[in-house]
T-cell receptor, first 112, second 114 residues
Framework: EAGVTQFPSHSVIEKGQTVTLRCDPI?????LYWYRRVMGKEIKFLLH????????ESGMPNNRFLAERTGGTYSTLKVQPAELEDSGVYFC??????????FGEGSWLTVV | KQEVTQIPAALSVPEGENLVLNCSFT??????LQWFRQDPGKGLTSLLL?????REQTSGRLNASLDKSSGRSTLYIAASQPGDSATYLC?????????????FGEGTQLTVNP
């Protein structure tokens, strides 16, 4: 069974540009989460989808971040325009119910 | 606001040693606690999940305990091996089943020397 997959694995963009990260959850998992870890800090929650609906987006830092989940399947996280402080690793995770949460390998974003 | 602290921040041990990693959390109203490992440049691998009603979980050489009332969890690794070298993270889920967010500690970076 395929795990949570994320694309791209690494991205380097200039300040002001746009980046879109994609996540494919484990098949059958209704819950999809985005987290991120910026340099020197702990991993922090961004938002939670249940199927295609946003259950909790209280962790989104500002309106430069937009997450979508098409048809309750894959999800995208767009950062527009990117700022230097957005650099870090963005993790996607999925779960079925409230049990174990499975994380992807992360998308490592560097804004220069 | 839930806060999770992991001690020590880094640990270096010789191969074969038994070791304990500590995790504490400020709000005892949790639903479950999960231990992860992260290898450099990689994602998070789930190791053990302990429900709030449980006291411990075991998987191979790993044993995780939970004392919810005191806000503490420990991860015990027996007979450590160089392949155990990684960052270990604990994360708690809030008490309401509708709570979705995990709150993470900053992790313990473990190095097992051959």
């Amino acid at each position: 069974e395929a795990g949570v997959t994320q694309f791209p694995s690494h991205s380097v963009i200039e300040k002001g540009q746009t980046v879109t990260l994609r996540c494919d959850p484990i098949s059958g998992h209704d819950n999809l989460y985005w987290y991120r870890r910026v340099m020197g800090k702990e991993i922090k929650f961004l938002l939670h989808f249940v199927k295609e609906s946003k259950q909790d987006e209280s962790g989104m830092p500002n309106n430069r971040f937009l997450a979508e989940r098409t048809g309750g399947t894959y999800s995208t996280l767009k950062v527009q325009p990117a700022e230097l402080e957005d650099s870090g690793v963005y993790f996607c995770a999925s779960s079925q119910g409230v049990l174990t949460i499975y994380f992807g390998e992360g998308s490592w974003l560097t804004v220069v | 606001k839930q806060e999770v602290t992991q001690i020590p921040a880094a640990l270096s041990v010789p191969e074969g040693e038994n070791l304990v990693l500590n995790c504490s959390f400020t709000d005892s109203a949790i639903y479950n606690l999960q231990w992860f490992r992260q290898d450099p440049g990689k994602g998070l691998t789930s190791l053990l999940l302990i429900q709030s009603s449980q006291r411990e979980q075991t998987s191979g050489r790993l044993n995780a305990s939970l004392d919810k009332s005191s806000g503490r969890s420990t991860l015990y690794i027996a007979a450590s091996q160089p392949g155990d070298s990684a960052t270990y993270l604990c994360a708690v889920r809030p008490g309401s089943t509708s709570g979705s967010r995990l709150t993470f500690g900053e992790g313990t970076q473990l190095t097992v020397n051959p």
